[in-house]
């Protein structure tokens, strides 16, 4: 084998240490709480089916590519990109992917520390029984309350980007690696609860018919923009966090292996989640299309009339944040390595900077949802904003450069050597990356545009 050099930062202390870290990356808010609310939005099945396609199809593919990139190239996804560009003979402007993955992470990061400490805060409202005994009227008041309320909101959204930093000041591996381990299983276990308690809320059958019977009229070219793009953002794909990760990555450990089994979880804590929310949405005759604050004004309904709902509403909510806690960590991850390998500066400082920043941006993300709520661009306040022009345009922009790298740039054999797949594995690969993958992002965008 070829130069599967150590990183400089370190690497995982094992296959299973890179498993836990990018599953704790890719389960998140976006499992939970994303995904259910855009589902509700755009129409239910055929959004989920899109979405699933483009999982297998797209995601799966590029997240192979971009673990193999980053394994390859060992260091921040700028200079990695740079590095491989260098080794590929190509433009060493490929290093601008990872200008764009760093400031996608940073803007994402941004409005998903504000939705976290929303998780936060209600970690406190289970704790002191506020869940108990709610009808659809009072959960849909406490949340309402929670948004108009830019002082609480900037509080937890304070904490929780303190706490991140705090992580990712020590390194993304120690804690990181431990943490997961437990609370993954234990999320788990808390979705598979409230799915048995869905099952026996009367209004089952119909959660499952909106989610899985596909009907095709509900869904235009914005809406299957709207599932690919999710698919990048629940896979963390399309801006160097899975890379970063990638290149601290030991040599020689399958990385199409591990790729199927960090989807698998990732797609079943999604369904799951969705699973457990639509048919209390039904059985209370809630509102699908209700947007971000969709699980907030449905979960708790469910712990508030279930037994031992006490205790699980406050486990929902404590597991929900680590989730959003080890994403986020993967978020910040790219700023901060290249500003310790380009500007020279101690790790510590790195994290002071970049999250105060990103902390600064987050509290006008707050204002969006208050005071701000009536500034809008393209019909859309600052949160919808950050949200449209990450997920739905930069992540499968940097996942269509990524493929384009991977599959025309790069020396096949590099990547052959990298993967060490059977023939066909590769084959199939390099088919879905060359493509497949470019086409269809291609092909979105041309649509949303409505060239096509
Ligand atoms: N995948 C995470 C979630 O679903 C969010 C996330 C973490 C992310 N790192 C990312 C999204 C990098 C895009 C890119 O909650």
């Known amino acids: 084998m070829t130069d599967k050099t150590p990183s400089i930062h370190g690497e995982w202390s094992s296959r299973f240490a890179f498993i836990l870290a990018a599953t704790g990356s890719a389960v998140g808010l976006g499992n939970i709480w994303k995904f259910p609310y855009i589902t509700g939005q755009n129409g239910g099945g055929a959004f989920v089916m899109v979405y ?56 994402i990061l941004a409005y998903y520390s504000v939705i976290a400490g929303w998780a936060m805060a209600y970690i406190f409202k289970a704790f002191f029984g506020g869940f108990f005994g709610t009808d659809g009227g009072e959960v849909k008041e406490m949340f309402d309350n929670l948004m108009a309320s830019p002082i609480q909101q900037i509080f937890w959204h304070t904490v929780f980007m303190f706490i991140t930093m705090q992580v990712v000041m020590r390194g993304v591996k120690g804690g990181l690696e431990k943490a997961v381990r437990f609370l993954m299983p234990a ?11 869905a099952m026996a809320s009367g209004s089952y059958p119909q959660g499952i018919h909106f989610l899985f019977s596909p009907d095709f009229s509900k869904i235009n070219a914005d809406a299957v923009l709207t599932a690919m793009g999710h698919a990048f953002f629940t896979l963390s794909l399309g801006m160097g966090a899975i890379m970063v990760y990638g290149s601290y990555l030991p040599g020689h450990v399958s990385i199409a292996k591990t790729t199927f089994f960090i989807a698998g ?39 508030g009339h279930m037994s031992g709902g006490w205790l699980f509403g406050v486990l929902f909510f404590v597991l929900l944040f680590f989730a959003a806690l080890t994403s986020s960590i993967s978020l910040i991850e790219p ?9 020279n500066i101690a790790r510590q ?53 990524i493929a384009v790298f991977a599959g025309w740039m790069m020396k096949q054999v590099h990547a052959e050597q990298e993967l060490e797949l059977p023939a066909q594995g590769f084959q199939a690969w390099q088919f879905l990356i060359k493509y497949v993958a470019p086409a269809a992002v291609f092909i979105v965008f041309l649509h949303v545009l409505g060239v096509l």
């Open 52 to 107: 699933l396609i483009c999982v297998a199809a797209i995601g799966i593919p590029i997240m192979i590519a971009e673990i193999m990139l980053g394994r390859r190239g060992r260091q921040s996804p700028i200079n990695t990109m740079q590095t491989l560009a260098a080794e590929a003979r190509v433009d060493p402007r490929w290093g601008y992917l990872g200008w764009m993955g760093m400031i996608a992470g940073f803007l």
């Open 187 to 197: 999320l788990f276990v808390i979705l598979i609860i409230l799915v048995a308690y």
């Open 265 to 303: 979880a990732d797609t079943a804590v999604a369904l799951l989640a969705g699973i457990a929310i639509f048919p209390l949405v039904f059985a209370n005759q809630l509102e699908v299309a209700t947007g971000p604050g969709l699980i907030f004004q449905t979960l708790p309904l469910a712990f």
């Open 335 to 343: 700023a901060v390595a290249w500003l310790v390998e380009n500007k």
């Open 349 to 401: 400082k790195a994290c002071v900077w970049a999250g105060t920043a990103c902390w600064g941006l987050g509290v006008a993300v707050v204002f969006s949802f208050n005071i701000w709520s009536g500034f809008k661009i393209f019909d859309k306040n600052l949160f919808e904003l950050l949200d449209y022009l990450t997920a739905n345009l930069m992540l499968p922009l940097g996942g269509l450069c």
